[in-house]
């Protein structure tokens, strides 16, 4: 199971986005406090849609609360890291991974980065900009994880609980 980590979010929508991914791809949140708002903000559940029933989450104190409750691989995802995300067999790691974001104005603490340098990655941009958006940083890289291992349990086409694969079948001329 890939999990997904936020240091202190501080928007709500970015946070909503991120549950609705973490659904969509059978990934565990993890949020770490303080958050920028409260966890039941109609802005929150708002964005998260009819999804967040479905969304399987804890909540962490600080974060040596979260590091003393779940072992594995931390990887950070900051505008400090040195190396590219995509340069990662994320295959060969150790498992569980955990995909770890900061909040939206400052990222994870600079002495949590600096103790982890060496799992400390970089979505390659351009100088113009300091990071993308946090919940386009988060579906970027989760995806990615999840393309090399074959979209496990994932599927492909759309769901017959939805409107299934041959739905544009009627519209055809």
């Known amino acids: 199971m890939l999990h997904i980590v936020l240091y202190e979010p501080e928007i709500p929508q970015n946070t909503g986005n991120i549950m609705r991914t973490c659904v ?20 929150l559940k708002r ?26 691989t931390y990887l950070f995802l900051t505008r400090y890291g040195k190396k590219n995300y ?5 295959k ?4 569980p991974l955990y995909l770890i ?28 900009v300091r990071s993308l958006n946090l919940s386009n940083a988060v579906a970027i890289v989760a995806y990615e994880v999840l ?16 409107k299934g694969k041959d739905f544009l079948d009627q519209f055809k001329k």
Do not use: M, W
Not at 24 to 43: N, W
Not at 92 to 95: D, N, T, V
């Open 147 to 162: 393309r090399q291992f074959d979209y496990e349990n994932l599927i492909e086409t759309e769901p017959e609980t939805h």
């Open 92 to 95: 060969e790691l150790e498992q």
């Open 24 to 43: 969509a791809i059978g990934a565990k949140l993890h949020l770490i406090e303080p958050l920028g708002f409260k966890i039941d903000e109609s802005k």
């Open 86 to 90: 995509a340069d990662i067999s994320y």
């Open 101 to 128: 974001f900061g909040k939206e104005s400052t990222g994870v603490d600079k002495y949590i980065l600096a103790s982890h340098i060496e799992n400390c990655y970089r979505i390659p941009t351009t100088d113009k």
């Open 47 to 72: 964005s998260a849609l009819d999804y967040y029933e479905h969304l399987d989450y804890t909540l962490y104190k600080d974060f040596h609360d979260f590091e003393s409750k779940n072992k594995g």
